[in-house]
């Protein structure tokens, strides 16, 4: 079944304790996203990948931090949360560019006290 | 930039009625993809739809895109098309630009 996974689907932690989301598309897709949803703000983008070794910010970038080593996978790396990234983050991916059909992770619900 | 508006932000229907929901966008535009966001909060991609119409199922979408709109048709509704749907197109810098959704509530 082509997807995009995510872990956790939740998670609570302190402020400053490094944390990774992880996402994983088995669609050999060239184009992955993470963005951010808040209430009132709607879905920002934080970083994209087009391809392999290839990131570049989004809208919201501050605070976060991507790789993409392999196709498949393009984790998401909080090196010190704080409660501002209280979130729920979505990863994406499509075949070459966002231009194309999009499909997202279930969601990665985050709190940080 | 380009603007993503959709319309009407919020609906309420009982179960068994039909709906239309639209997004207007400000430039042209050669893909547009319709989303809906259900109440545990997953996206799931309903139609990649740049122009024409699409069915599946109870949903049908048309894009104008001459006209720079498009529309959601939900016929039939259930209580699980609650959630927001939202619309979305790529802008000339590669960014996919979201609208500003439509929360929609199906009773029973």
């Known amino acids: 079944e082509a997807q995009v996974t995510q872990n956790p689907r939740y998670l609570i932690t302190v402020t400053g304790k490094k944390l990774t989301v992880t996402c994983s598309q088995n669609m050999n897709h060239e184009y992955m996203s993470w963005y951010r949803q808040d209430p009132g703000l709607g879905l920002r983008q934080i970083y994209y990948?087009?391809?392999?070794?290839?990131?570049d910010k989004g809208d919201v970038p501050e605070g976060y931090k991507v790789s993409r080593k392999e196709k498949r996978n393009f984790p998401l790396i909080l090196e010190s949360p704080s409660p501002n990234q209280t979130s729920l983050y979505f990863c994406a991916s499509s075949f070459i560019n966002p231009g194309y059909e999009q499909y997202f992770g279930p969601g990665t619900r985050l709190t940080v006290t | 930039g380009i603007q993503v508006e959709q319309s009407p932000p919020d609906l309420i229907l009982q179960e068994g009625a039909n709906s239309t929901l639209r997004c207007n966008f400000s430039?042209?535009?050669?893909?547009l993809q319709w989303f809906h966001q259900n109440p545990w909060g997953q996206l799931i991609n309903l139609f990649y739809?740049?122009?024409g119409t699409k069915q599946n199922g109870r949903l049908s979408a048309t894009t104008v895109a001459t006209e720079r709109y498009s529309l959601l048709y939900i016929s039939s509704s259930q209580t699980t098309d609650s959630g927001v749907y939202f619309c979305a197109v790529v802008n000339n810098t590669d960014k996919l630009i979201f609208g500003t959704g439509t929360r929609l509530q199906v009773f029973p």
């Open positions: 430039d042209s535009v050669n893909n």
């Open positions: 990948s087009m391809n392999v070794e290839v990131t």
């Open positions: 739809i740049p122009s």
